[in-house]
């Protein structure tokens, strides 16, 4: 077997015990193909088990993976991940944070490349926009931040909101065939209730964007919500009515991110733009919006190259919103 040459003994380790999963591996052979002796073998198993993994010994048969693990570990994310930069260079992967797109921040400021994401197990802080709290409870749910540095202005970031929306509702498609759709700007919903939502926060200066921190919450398997999001909140698990598999949700957001990424980047906005519209259900409809502390109530009739919204009022004008919420009225 050829592994590559900077994987850690571990990673390689488990990457073995992957291609054998189900069957017998012995310690000899696993301590010949690692270069380590059968004691760090056994170590390095230990360490495994501790990750979540289950793995089966046996004497004079060696080593067994029953099951991998449930956490959303760096390996589990890598595993299979078909992107050339989105999460294939560096994962930073928390127990516990205060919020990921804050860690995000950070390590964007300290000069971290682009494709870094960090993910957590838990929020004790996680937001939403426009100032909401994230219900991110450990367990289920999917905490992630992904750091971007595109050489583009200002003006143009953002429609990178748009590409993130894209990429979950077609993420989340890729794992069930479910009634996904995007609500402008890009809250993605099942039927009538959230599952996914994405905060988008830009550095920038007069001239040129910094970084960009695109910031993804799914509620994967979550399956309580508080009283007051119980109307308006649901997950996948309560809707395909299974556990979903989350690093493989992960990697299927990744490599569609990637993907329009490099499209919005060689500037083909209208393939974004088509693919946005066909996911969602907002143009056509009937809604109401705040606009400058106003309630305006019109038909939503199509999205600005730049991604705002055209909204129709009865009296035939038409109004571009940049933000806010949206209720269907
Ligand atoms: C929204 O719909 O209001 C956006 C929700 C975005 C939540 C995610 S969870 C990971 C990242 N860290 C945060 O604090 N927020 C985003």
Do not use: C
């Not at 010994?57 to 693990?69: E, F, I, M, V, W």
């Not at 964007?209 to 649901?234: K, M, W, Y």
């Amino acid at each position: 077997m050829i592994l590559p040459s900077d994987m850690s003994t571990l990673q390689t380790l488990l990457q073995i015990l992957r291609t054998h999963a189900g069957d017998w591996i012995s310690g000899e052979d696993l301590s010949h193909e690692l270069g380590v002796t059968r004691s760090a073998v056994w170590k390095h198993v230990s360490r495994l088990r501790r990750d979540g993994y289950a793995i089966t010994s046996a004497p004079r048969k060696g080593y067994r993976l029953t099951q991998t693990t449930p956490l959303l570990l760096p390996e589990e994310i890598q595993s299979g991940l078909r992107t050339r930069h989105f999460g294939n260079r560096k994962i930073v992967y928390l127990e516990t944070t205060d919020s990921t797109n804050t860690r995000a921040r950070e390590l964007a400021n300290r000069g971290i490349p682009e494709g870094t994401l960090v993910v957590a197990e838990e929020q004790t802080a996680g937001r939403g926009r426009k100032g909401r709290v994230w219900h991110s409870p450990e367990k289920g749910g999917i905490y992630l931040s992904l750091i971007l540095r595109p050489k583009i202005s200002p003006l143009e970031a953002p429609k990178i909101t748009l590409l993130a929306g894209i990429a979950a509702a077609e993420s989340i498609l890729s794992l069930a065939d479910i009634d996904v759709h995007i609500k402008w700007p890009n809250d993605i919903l099942i039927g009538k209730r959230k599952v996914a939502g994405v905060l988008t926060e830009i550095a920038s200066d007069l001239d040129e964007v910094s970084h960009v921190v695109t910031g993804l919450g799914i509620n994967a398997n979550v399956r309580e919500f508080p009283a007051e999001l119980q109307d308006v909140a649901t997950s996948l698990a309560l809707e395909i009515g299974r556990p979903v598999d989350r690093a493989a949700l992960v990697r299927a957001f990744l490599e569609r991110y990637e993907h329009y990424y490099t499209i919005f980047l060689q500037g083909r906005t209208n393939t974004i733009l088509e693919r946005w519209k066909a996911l969602s259900r907002t143009l056509g409809s009937r809604i109401a919006v705040e606009i400058s502390g106003k309630r305006i109530t019109g038909m939503a009739r199509d999205i600005e190259r730049d991604g705002s919204l055209i909204l129709e009022t009865p009296d035939g004008k038409t109004h571009r919103v940049f933000s806010g919420d949206l209720e269907t009225v």
